[in-house]
């Protein structure tokens, strides 16, 4: 398959992914899914890439999967361009190309799955819906509107901040509780109940223009590969040792800084403006500072130390503003 490539020639243009027309055609049945079976018993991995049209990172990292090819040596692995409806968009022009219809990462509620798909989004969670249900460990690739870290968030199951602890993919573990406007990919299901052993974790792996977002999505890839066994293919390998060597991607702190989301703020108002540093998370020392209005109503820092997490620039009445946290370790 043929790579967007940079005038280098080695690797992905910032911002840019795959034509869709690039990936080889689906090998399970499902448009823009692959799935690599061993023989030998073993969990089912999934990587999810492009849930948002305009995060191209996942889409470079499955398409350089792809392009190497897998092997797995158990269980299976599955690649997925979530939402290629809007990752083509994006790719066309459309200057947001989050999604066509509605956010598909807010539609994984049993409430939202139950209704009928009238619209691209809810159709396409259809189809993925079967891969999800086997699988063993998801990894969903992400990027940021605003400059910042590799950013893992995990949920609230403590098997997920463990797995994510082992696989060693972000800077930063945030277990947080999601959006009050519905359950991402990640809280699907058996992800977010306790007596379930399938594990998910998001990864935002940079601004999405960034140039290492890519870089940061594919070690994830190949850490998740490398963890369970599987061989990583070898050109693979050595670019991603020639990326560390040239610090286009870094390897993450051991072990990653904790935050737990203690609030996540929902817009109330058509009058909400943000304050605070735009950066994708920021430590606000002092409690009390001003840190946004919605409406009259003032958002203050409720304690010292006070993580913020991926404030929104722009956001609506019933979308998440931003998550408050604390620094657990
Ligand atoms: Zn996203």
Known sequence: MAMAVSSTGSSPVPGRGPALGDFPPSNCGTAYVWRFDSTAPGPVLMISAAVHGNEVCGAQAIGALLDSGLNPANGAIILA?????????????DSVGRY??????????????????????T????????FLRETDFLVDLHSMTLEGPPLVLTG?????????????????????????????MRDFGPFSDAQSRQTALLLECGQHQSPQAGAVALRACLRLVGFFGHKIPEKLEKDMQKQLRHGAVQEPPRPPQAVRITDTITVRTEHYRYLGPAAALNIVAEQGTLIARDGDQPITTP???????????????????????????
């Open 81 to 93: 361009l979530a939402n290629p409806d809007a990752y083509a968009a994006y790719l066309k022009g």
């Open 100 to 121: 066509v219809d509605q956010d598909m990462n807010r539609l994984w509620g049993a409430d939202m799955l139950a209704q009928p798909a009238i619209d691209r989004e």
């Open 123 to 130: 159709r396409r969670c259809r189809e993925l819906l079967p």
């Open 156 to 184: 609230q199951m403590p098997r997920a901040r463990q797995f994510a602890e082992q696989l060693c993919i972000g800077d930063f573990l945030i277990a947080d509780t999601g959006h009050a406007a519905g359950l991402r």
């Open 303 to 329: 304690y010292p130390d006070c993580v913020i997490l991926m404030p929104s620039m722009q956001a609506s009445p019933g979308q998440t503003a931003m998550r408050l946290g604390r620094l657990t370790g």
